[in-house]
């Protein structure tokens, strides 16, 4: 067992005000690895040290692999934490960590790569006996195959790159004719975004719920299933809205599916916290997507919903701990998360960087704010638009979407577009209410929505 | 010289921005000026015009000294190896090309080049120091304009 | 395209990492004496660690590319330039096509390594492309490279792509990145720390005078240093009871001592097997800054135990790797 008593957070936002706090609970050293843009932001007060390790550019900050171990070797750090996005499925920087001495808080570099390439993963879940959603067993080559492929399986189909993740890479194509096209942007955004193009196809799964099995396993092979999120609630493969547990569950499923992932985590010689991907079809057959091997953004569904503390989990988990349970856990009463970024629907979600003029959070009880923000500070437009996560945690499903409605109410921001009028818009949809919005409900809807929007109704 | 002030403040924005000065703040009289460039890579001005009087004349300006800051994380190195004498020392005249130090992370030593041209005044780091982005590593006294 | 020797030099030849799994048939491993030399030039030119590079000893020949190359040199540094202007060590440097590339004298060091981003593209004998010159084996026709000749150099892979992108719109037309890589700097001050060796296989069989002689006393490289091994000049060693050896195998870094007692230290193109006693082992990374030795310097050595020994190899491949990905990075970033 190695004591960390250093940690250098390699991320920003509220993911590494989260980390901090966890570190502070653990009594461990935080140190922050910041570019100059994040200068002023909230995390660089809130950590113990703090380090500049860049400019602006997350490709020459935050990214740069000789920066950030510059950073944690210079500052005698045992140990570094990657967040979510940036290095945290690099396993070239998890591996460069693993020799330099520095324990990394995740997975080993071979779990990352496995997992990391999503062909290779689906193969290995069809080895394993756990149902992956049709497609083909590996990347398709050329043109003649995908038609072939995609043919066989059944229009509309979805073009997926093998190293991508977060929803880029990704095209449909509802027909033959564009198949082609589909392949080519998928494989493009995948190189630039991933360095590598190689893409897949699947069946794309229709009526379906994205549900998603958080795992936590230790150095000793140990797995626990810590129960499931719904995130059907997305546009364009972000998500919007988090909940558990999944309106469609039922304890056989939730065990079979925990089953599963658990089985997909030992496969992948798994340890720290990480989330397998599912569709859940209206027949309540379940299929592998993809395992994230991250701690991810909505995490503090789970937290909230089962009662504990996944960071500082991954913190002892890394140290060498055991899990500190030898039962699956299982979500209790209802928890409901809205991720609020500063987009503005009504302009196709452009990103839209500015200063919070005003930023009031709501507050009550079992009510979670998660953000990075304060009045005064900056959306800059050099990273992702995320201003907080609220989560409530309620006895029942009602009572979770009431309390989230008035919170959304309550949340006062100024200065930059939100996403909070379309979340309360979703929240009251009866399709919401009622537990039937799916993958597709929202972009399906979109119009009519925004629509409702504009004018006000709820 | 009697200009109005929007000619003064407008070709005051000129001469800044074909200046090597990033940032700059003035005040003289009743108007205050605060202007900032994009920051470029390297160099950070401490010189401040300071005001005077209400008829829109420029105050005389401090000897500029500006900051050579690091342009990456790492371990700073004075010299180009552990056997030879370092790139700079106090007094050296330098040009924007003068290597100046280089910082190393991961095996890999990035040249500090000087960036302003004048004559180094002080060395702010050691050798083997550890050393963040933006940091200051020497101020130069620059050439008057 | 093809890298045309211009002059002749002192020896220079095509080496790699060597030629493994032979020496049970006699043919020894051969390749580059400061292999993390020509390690780290291959990869300042996006090259695989393995690549074919030239080893030029002491004295290094002009060269020049018909067409636009990436290469970088490490090792000893021989003041290179490229039309006329000096270039800097060890890190990519871009030359336009008909650059030529010459050498002056030796800085410090003995062997400089230098690599053209896509490799020599000389034939493999045996799985390498090094050359060991006594037997006529691999590299380029089996031999020295002398002025006139005319080596093909292999397809630039994506990382050198990147590169020559990179340094093709710097203003200079001869450009270099604003960064370089090594896990150590080829100076006084590293090369002539103590040569770290673990007990030999008949070190219990010397004399304890002459077992403390090694570590006490300085030895001196003589003029019969090649690749094939150095003899040393210093207090004479013994065995403490002569005795008749069995040939067994050899092996780089072994130090011998003939019955005259003087050392020698095997190196490269060391034979694959021999019969002098074997006093010491010197560990692989300092075997390569021995490399970098001329006759007339000396040498001092310092016993370690084979864990330290383990350690410190395993340690210096942790320092290639972070190298390597350090590297990587930079190259990715677009030169920095």
């Given amino acids: ?458 | 010289m009697d200009k109005t002030d929007k000619e003064w403040i407008q070709e005051l924005m000129n001469k800044f921005q074909q200046s090597e000065i990033t940032k700059i703040k003035i005040r003289c009289g009743e108007i205050e000026l605060e202007m900032e460039k994009e920051a470029s890579r390297g160099k950070k001005s401490s010189g401040i015009i300071s005001e005077t009087d209400t008829d829109g004349q420029e105050g005389s300006q401090n000897p500029a000294e500006e900051e050579i800051l690091s342009p990456l994380v790492g371990t700073f190195y004075a010299a180009p190896s552990p056997d030879e004498e370092p790139f700079v020392k106090e007094g050296a005249e330098i040009t924007a090309d003068t290597v100046v130090g280089m910082v190393e992370s991961m095996k890999v030593f990035t040249e500090i080049p000087a960036g302003v041209q004048g004559s180094v005044q002080k060395i702010l780091v050691h050798d083997g120091d550890f050393v963040e982005y933006d940091q200051p590593l020497f101020t130069v006294r620059t050439e008057q304009p | 395209m093809n890298m045309h020797i211009l002059g002749n030099s002192l020896m220079t030849t095509v080496q790699d990492l060597g030629r493994t799994g032979y020496q049970k048939y006699g043919v020894n491993v051969s390749g580059a004496m400061d292999p993390y030399s020509l390690r780290t030039a291959n990869r300042l030119t996006g090259n695989p660690e393995n690549a074919a590079a030239l080893e030029m000893t002491l004295m290094a020949p002009s060269v020049v590319f018909d067409g636009p190359s990436v290469i970088a040199l490490a090792g000893a540094d021989m003041n290179p330039s490229a039309g006329g202007i000096p270039v800097p060590m060890n890190r990519p440097v871009y030359l336009p096509e008909g650059t030529v590339l010459s050498f002056g004298r030796p800085r410090r060091g003995c062997r400089c390594y230098m690599a053209v981003s896509g490799g020599l593209d000389v034939p493999s004998v045996m799985g390498s492309r090094s050359t060991y010159a006594r037997a006529s084996l691999g590299g380029f026709q089996g031999r020295t490279l002398i002025k006139g000749d005319s080596l093909p150099v292999g397809k630039m892979p994506e990382k050198g792509k990147k590169l020559q992108n990179i340094l093709e719109k710097q203003k200079r037309k001869t450009a270099w990145t604003p960064w370089s890589a090594g896990i150590y700097p080829i100076c006084e001050s590293f090369l002539f720390r103590p040569f770290r060796y673990t007990e030999g296989l008949q070190y219990s069989d010397f004399s304890e005078e002459s077992r403390t002689a090694l570590e006490r006393n300085r030895y001196r490289v003589t003029v019969h240093a090649d690749r094939m091994g150095y003899r040393l000049e210093g207090e004479k060693l013994h065995l403490a009871v002569q005795k008749e050896m069995i040939s067994e195998m050899a092996s780089l870094g072994t130090i011998q001592i003939p019955s005259e007692g003087y050392p020698i230290v095997l190196m490269a193109e060391h034979q694959t097997c021999a019969g002098y006693p074997e006093i010491g082992q010197i560990i692989l990374p300092d075997t390569a800054r021995a490399a970098q030795l001329k006759p007339g310097d000396t040498m001092t050595f310092e016993k370690i135990s084979l864990e330290e020994a383990e350690n410190i190899y395993i340690q210096t491949e942790k320092q290639m790797r972070a190298m390597t990905a350090g590297i990587d990075a930079h190259i990715e970033q677009g030169g920095l």
């Fill in chain 1, 1 to 458: 067992m190695k004591q960390i008593r250093r940690i250098l957070i390699a991320n920003r936002g509220e993911i590494a005000a989260r980390i901090i706090h966890a570190c502070r609970e653990e009594g461990i050293t935080s140190i922050l690895a910041y570019s100059s843009a994040d200068k002023n932001t909230l995390p660089v007060e809130m950590a113990d040290e703090s380090v500049c390790i860049g400019p602006p550019r997350a490709d020459r900050s935050y990214l740069f692999i000789p920066s950030v171990i510059g950073a944690a070797k210079g500052l005698k750090a045992d140990a570094v934490h990657p967040g979510y996005g940036f290095l945290a499925e690099n396993g070239d920087f998890a591996e460069i960590c693993e020799e330099q001495g520095l324990i990394f808080i995740g997975p080993s570099s071979k779990s990352i790569r496995l997992m990391g390439d999503k062909a290779a993963a689906r193969a290995l879940m069809t080895k394993i006996g756990v149902p992956v959603i049709p497609g083909t067993p590996g990347l398709v080559h050329s043109a003649e195959e995908s038609l072939e492929a995609a043919g066989d399986m059944g229009y509309p189909v979805l073009v997926k790159a093998a190293a991508g993740g977060g929803g880029k890479g990704m095209r449909t194509a509802e027909t033959p004719d564009e198949l082609a096209a589909a392949v080519h942007e998928a494989s493009e955004e995948a190189r630039k975004a991933f360095g590598s193009g190689g893409v897949y196809i699947e069946k794309f799964m229709k009526n379906v719920h994205h549900v998603e099995i958080q795992i936590m396993a230790d150095a000793r092979g140990h797995v626990i299933s810590l129960g499931e999120r719904d995130c059907s609630a997305q546009r364009k493969h972000q998500k919007l809205i988090e909940e558990s547990p999944s309106p469609l569950m039922t304890g056989t499923l939730r065990e079979n599916m925990g089953k599963a992932a658990k089985k997909a985590a030992r496969a992948a010689g798994y340890c720290g916290a990480g989330t397998v991907e599912f569709v859940v079809d209206r027949q309540g057959q379940f299929y592998f997507m993809e395992m994230n091997t991250r701690i991810q953004v909505e995490h503090p569904v789970t937290e909230m919903a089962v009662g504990t503390d996944l960071v500082r989990t991954m913190i002892r988990t890394a140290q060498g701990e055991p899990l500190p349970w030898d039962k699956d856990l299982v979500p209790r009463g209802w928890t409901i998360e809205c991720r609020i970024n500063a987009e503005d629907p009504a302009r196709q979600f452009a990103p839209s960087p500015g200063v919070l003029k005003v930023y009031e959070p709501p507050r009550g009880r079992d009510l979670r704010v998660d953000s990075a923000m304060k009045e005064g500070s900056v959306i800059s437009p050099f990273y992702d638009s995320m201003i907080a996560k609220v989560i409530v945690h309620k006895n029942s499903r009602e009572e979770a979407i009431n309390s989230m409605e008035q919170a959304l109410g309550q949340f006062h921001i100024e200065g930059v577009p939100t996403t909070i009028p379309l979340q309360k818009q979703i929240l009251s949809l009866p399709a919401f209410r009622e537990g039937r919005v799916d993958t597709a409900y929202i972009e399906t809807h979109l119009k009519d929505i925004l629509q409702n929007m504009k004018e006000g109704k709820s």
